[in-house]
């Protein structure tokens, strides 16, 4: 289990995550939140010519509405968090 905080456009939410791992893949599924009632991810690894190819894939389901704008806004944010970590985890273990 991982505990994390997090703060998007002023509002802050601390969340508990568990993650399951695999040889091509890394998952994680939201156990606690005070402002998504769930949220699942993954990355999946494949290997391809050039190198490897990286799927992520994200689903959540926030506990209040959120405005469109808001969303695409976040979901971009969260791209970015995403792509930066696996990219530092990667240089980290594996450079």
């Not at 939140?33 to 769930?38: D, F, G, K, R, T």
């Not at 959120?66 to 968090?81: E, W």
Request: aromatic share 8%.
């Amino acid at each position: 289990m991982l505990f994390r905080s997090l703060a998007l456009f002023g509002i802050s939410d601390t969340q508990v995550i568990e993650h399951e791992w695999t040889e091509e893949s890394t998952s994680w599924t939201l156990l606690e939140s005070e402002m998504q009632h769930s949220q699942d991810g993954e990355y999946l690894l494949t290997r391809t010519e050039r190198g490897t190819c990286v799927r992520v894939t994200m689903s959540t389901d926030p506990k209040i509405p959120v405005p469109g704008f808001m969303l695409r806004q976040g979901q971009k944010h969260a791209i970015k968090t995403i792509r930066k970590g696996l990219t530092e985890f990667v240089l980290r273990h594996y450079a």
